[in-house]
């Protein structure tokens, strides 16, 4: 099927309607209490309250907030919104540009865009989930579910931390002849590499190197589905989405072709659909940075996961190579040499990009999406300093090909003009607090 028939196709297929929502009593907090997903039903679940911060402290992240938000990225033609809050409280939240460029659509809390690899911190999430309730085991090779996967020693843990030796998908099926006019299915990624093995170039021995790899998510989307029995978009729904009431969020699919928010590149133009885009799992979903706060919220809190499944996830796997830039289990993180840690995920697809950023001692989270590429997009870790003594690493891209400097007396970047006071206004407040 060519692109557009699939586009056509598509968006003629109706979507169907959700199953009945129950609700949850508000007083269950324990694990064990959590809501349960049942045939005909999908309980929400009730976050807890924000924790009480003083006015002064709200005011004093909000003032730095927007004096960043406004000199890196408003003034520097983003396009798309922003939330940066602590101990669940939202401190900060902005929103500049239009759906549509030269449009009239403005962008809003409500407004899905593509998270790119963001997309990565729920597949590798469900992944863990379906660990902890008993479906699989991370330490089983791949090829125990899918018995075709001719690639010995593989884990679902290699591909979770991206050592899995295998080559990107991104470059592979077009180099061994995939037919552009087609969009590829994970299926067809996982085809390739069982039947294509011996034209595969920098296939490497897994557990051996860190090699950031989106062949690796697309696969454990399909497992996924494996495990679970339900599509990823469906799993996605019904365990993550509908439980926290991520209204605006979802799994891109050809349904959504004509009425999902498109990408643009810096310049302002638009960025097509190519025939990577039916892939999931390393990318396609769409949500705010309000409902990525939601998701936050239910990652610090025990609504989903054990603490044991959460401390996998935050290990650094990537310790082969010095310095302060390592991966988890679908996280990236910054472990820095004063004990502090730096958990998060960037994403770029086509003209959008995305960073999620979590403290997890602070419980504060900063959140940028935009749908017109702008490379302050990832300056936004220097807003960490708004919440400790933390390091401020230059902005990487989602390749992490760019270098990060181990301290502070590194030469400044175009922004360091927002982060001395940033660090001048925490010392300060430190010394008040003391």
Known sequence: MSLNQSIISGVSITLLSLSIILFINSSCKSHTDKAIIKKDSIALLTLPAPAVISEMEKNRIKLISKNWYDSVLKNRGFNGGMIVAKDGNVIFEEYTGTAHIQGTDTLTSNSPMHIASVSKTFT????????????????????????????????????LSHRSGLPNYNYFMETLGWDKSIFVKNEDVLNFLVTRKAELKDVTNPGTHFNYCNTNYALLALLIEKASGLSYADYMKNTFFIPLQMKNTF????????????????????????FLDQVYGDKNIYSTPADLLRWDRALSTNLFFTKETLEQAYTPYSNERPGIRNYGLGWRMYILPNDKKIIYHNGWWHGSNATFIRLINENATII??????????????????????YYNPTEDDENGSTKESLSVKAPL???DSILIPIQAETRSSKKKKN
């Open 124 to 159: 590798a999430m469900a992944v863990l989930k379906l660990w902890q309730d008993g479906k699989l085991n991370i330490d089983d090779e791949y090829s125990r579910f899918f018995p075709q996967f001719n690639y010995p020693g593989i884990t679902i843990r290699n591909l």
């Open 368 to 389: 940028v999406v935009g749908n017109k590429f702008t490379r302050g997009v990832y300056k936004a870790k220097m807003l960490t300093g708004i919440f400790g003594d």
């Open 251 to 274: 799994v891109f699919t050809l349904a959504d072709t004509l009425k999902a928010i498109p990408s643009y590149n810096w310049r302002g133009g638009l960025e097509p659909y190519t």
């Open 413 to 415: 970047s175009i922004s």
